[in-house]
Each structure stands twice: as C-alpha cells, then as structure tokens.
C-alpha cells in the first residue's frame, strides 16, 4: 500500500479554534495536520511519520527495497522511513539490515539499528563506517537544513545536505546500489547533477504524492551506482 484511499463525500473538515496563547500559525498547522489523509493513515497502520508514504512511493515506482538490502538511513528521526525500509528488506527475522542516524533521538523500531549523532560532525565518517561494517546497498536521505524563509537560502543549505549525503554513498555503496535525497524547488543541479550522472546509471527527479502540494521538496533518485568516480566536493580534499 503506497497511500490513503481518497476521501469519502461524508469526511467532515476539522475545525480548530484559535486557542489563548496559540498562535494563529500553529492553530492552522494543527488543523492540516488533522485533517490531512496521509497522518490519519499512518497514525492507522503505526507509522512514526505520514513521511513513510514518500518513500513507500517512490520504491513502489522504482523498486528501491529489496529482500536481504542493507539500507542506511541518513536523518531518519522520528523513523517512518526506517520502518518502510525494515518490512521491505525482511531486517526482522531476514538477511536485511537497516540502520538510521539522526541529530534527534530516535524511539527503537524493530529490525533497525539507530544513533543519535550529527552527519556533519568531523568524526560522523568513522563512527558510521564502523556501524556499518561493510558496503550499503541504498543510502537514503530525508534530510533538510531549518528554514529560513529565503527560498534561494533554504535551496542551498539543504542542496549542501544531498550533496554531503552524496559523497558519503558514493563511499559506501556496493556495486549497482542505489541513492535517494531531499533537494528543494530546482533540484539537484551543475556539479551535484554531474557527479550522480557520472557515479549512477539511472537520475530522477521525483515529488510524491505524499509530499504536500505547498511544500517545495522534491527527491532525486539515482540507481545502478557504477562506482570508481571521484565526488565533486569530497571530504578527504580538506
């Protein structure tokens, strides 16, 4: 199941008052947030997040998770996509392994291996590397830098995540696995683009269903990792 059914004629809309000390901002988020489909249907099935139906879309597309994968999961908290991952790639009971990091803790979920760190932090390579003992096969990554409210800002502070989160792949993958990666509103573009050309068989562009309409997020997609190209921007340059 990639998504919540469409919603029946008799569905009514929440409403929510403005309540003392509520701003109106957090009184409307509030209101989307019970009113809209992919939370109620999460909240049904015991997802951590409505983010799992983003990436439950995207592999129902393009065959992302496969039985007895070792997926590592770059930003993972609160762990919708850790949970997707794990019933795809059979980590409980299988031969899959799923692993997660994040700046927030994350709650255990079964059949996944987390830390609480920062993918940033100088030492964030090693600690990794000795978690993961061996190659990936799907580095996936929902990560985004805090909002600013500049569009070209927020682009370019979440495009440095992807392209942190690329280098680090391009590290770790085996042969033939695969990458996916938040970017904002004009994508992954120039070096970031050149370098998942050079280093995948197969690059899309891809906005779920499940992203919301007014939300500027798009996923980049990349499969058939060819290995042996060098990162645009890699960390052992200094």
Request: glycine letters at 10%; proline letters at 4%; one cysteine or more.
């Amino acid at each position: 199941m990639s998504g919540p059914k469409g919603s029946s004629r008799n569905d009514l809309k929440v409403r929510v008052k403005t309540a003392r000390g509520r701003r109106l901002s957090s009184t409307r988020w509030l209101e989307r947030q019970l009113n809209d489909p992919y939370v109620r249907e999460a909240k049904k099935l015991g997802y951590k997040s409505r983010a799992a139906f983003k990436l439950q879309e995207m592999d129902d597309k393009y065959g992302l998770l496969k039985p007895g994968m070792k997926v590592l999961d770059l930003g993972a908290a609160p762990g919708g996509w850790l949970q997707v991952a794990a019933q795809k790639v059979g980590s409980v009971g299988g031969d899959g392994r799923v692993l997660g990091i994040d700046l927030l803790e994350i709650e255990p979920i079964a059949g996944c291996e987390t830390m609480q760190m920062d993918f940033l932090d100088d030492d964030a390579e090693e600690k990794l590397l000795a978690m993961m003992d061996g190659p990936m096969d799907l580095v996936v990554s929902d990560m985004a830098a805090a909002t600013t409210g500049h569009k070209p800002t927020d682009h370019l502070r979440t495009t440095h995540l992807c392209e942190c989160a690329l280098d680090f792949a391009i590290r770790v993958l085996a042969p033939n696995g695969g990458f996916v990666a938040k970017v904002f509103q004009g994508g992954a573009t120039g070096s970031l683009m050149e370098t998942l050309k050079q280093n995948f068989k197969f690059v899309k562009h891809v906005k779920p269903n499940a992203s919301r309409k007014e939300s500027v997020e798009l996923y980049v997609v990349a499969q058939g990792f060819r290995g042996g190209h060098k990162p645009a921007n890699s960390r052992a340059d200094g």
